[in-house]
């Protein structure tokens, strides 16, 4: 099984450009939530499998009932919080729920009950452009890229990555993005 200790620099790069397209096919990434998974019982070397097939869930979810999905997700194995998953998704503004019922949707696709501790929401503010929103959102969760790799990055998108920091051990893919 892959391990790996941080974000590769191409992979940061296609994660930073599937935010940008997601924006310009109308399906902004305009939901962040944090789920930690080995508080839920799941066990680190099945987190990775586990973010994908419940992501597939939630596309099917949205596509029976006639919306648009994109999404992004990175992992982390923090010393305290153990394993645990940054999901950036599109959330229609068309969609008759309110934001909490989603989440605690998001939950169940992801065969998590819910409990204290486990989910995790950032707010989109409205107030503030996409690029704001997510240039904030993306120095969050690329934070694991391999150090060094920062300067590198900001040549090539423009885009300044506050210091990477260690993000921990992880098995299987680390970090993904709707195509």
């Known amino acids: 099984m892959e391990q790996s200790q941080y974000i ?3 992979q940061a790069l296609a ?10 096919v109308d399906t902004p990434w305009n939901c962040f939530i944090t789920l930690h998974l080995e508080t ?11 973010v994908r097939e419940s992501l597939q869930r ?16 990175v992992l982390e194995n ?20 309110h934001p909490m019922s989603y989440y605690w949707a998001i939950l169940r696709l992801f065969r998590i009950k819910r409990e204290k501790g486990i989910l995790k929401t950032e707010k989109f503010y409205a107030y ?25 990055f900001a040549d090539i998108t ?4 506050g210091r990477p920091v260690n993000e921990g051990l992880i098995y299987g893919k680390r970090i993904g993005w709707s195509r």
């Open 8 to 10: 590769q620099l191409p």
């Open 15 to 24: 994660f930073y450009k599937a935010a940008s397209e997601a924006y310009r």
């Open 40 to 50: 839920a019982g799941i066990l680190p070397k099945e987190a990775s499998k586990h």
């Open 58 to 73: 939630l596309g099917k979810y949205h596509r029976r009932n006639g919306m648009a999905f994109s999404y992004g997700w």
């Open 78 to 97: 923090a010393l305290v919080k153990g394993v645990h998953v940054h999901i950036l998704v599109h959330r229609p503004k068309e969609l008759p729920m």
């Open 128 to 152: 503030q452009s996409y690029h704001i929103n997510i240039a904030r959102v993306l120095d969050y969760t690329l934070k694991g890229l391999r150090s060094g790799a920062e300067g590198q």
């Open 158 to 161: 423009g885009f300044k990555l």
